[in-house]
């Protein structure tokens, strides 16, 4: 699976942004779970939010009710609506996916269980 990434740029403080992630590839139909990841230098990955097959959806504690994500299940795409940023929230925002293992797939928030990384997108809050 291809991950795409797209949208991100420069924000004041307060404003709204929105993330697109196209999936692509001839497993792009065996995805279980879509989602958003962010990175600074010199911290980890850490989950911003994910959609899960079917299932609920989950987001990073930080959102706070901020941020909405949605997947185009036709499409094979995912956005992130991201509302009342600050400067904190800067980042490199990636997308991920996950190849579905069983019929019934394992839902987590581990990074290290995602196969497929876009090749993320600066998003940079200015104060």
């Known amino acids: 699976v291809q991950l795409q990434a797209s949208g991100g740029g420069l924000v004041q403080a307060g404003g709204s942004h929105t993330l697109s992630c196209a999936a692509s590839g001839d497993d792009s139909s065996r995805i279980s779970t879509m989602g958003w990841y962010r990175q600074t230098p010199g911290k980890q990955r850490e989950l911003v939010a994910i959609?899960?097959?079917?299932?609920?959806?989950d987001y990073g504690d930080f959102v706070e009710g901020r941020f909405t994500v949605s997947r185009d299940y036709a499409r094979n795409m995912v956005y992130l609506q991201m509302n009342s940023l600050n400067p904190e929230d800067t980042a490199v925002y990636y997308c991920?996916?996950?190849?579905?293992?069983?019929?019934?797939?394992?839902?987590?928030?581990?990074?290290?269980?995602?196969?497929?990384w876009g090749q993320g997108t600066q998003v940079t809050v200015s104060s």
């Open positions: 991920a996916a996950r190849r579905r293992r069983s019929v019934i797939d394992s839902i987590t928030t581990d990074p290290a269980d995602f196969d497929s």
């Open positions: 959609v899960p097959d079917g299932k609920t959806i």
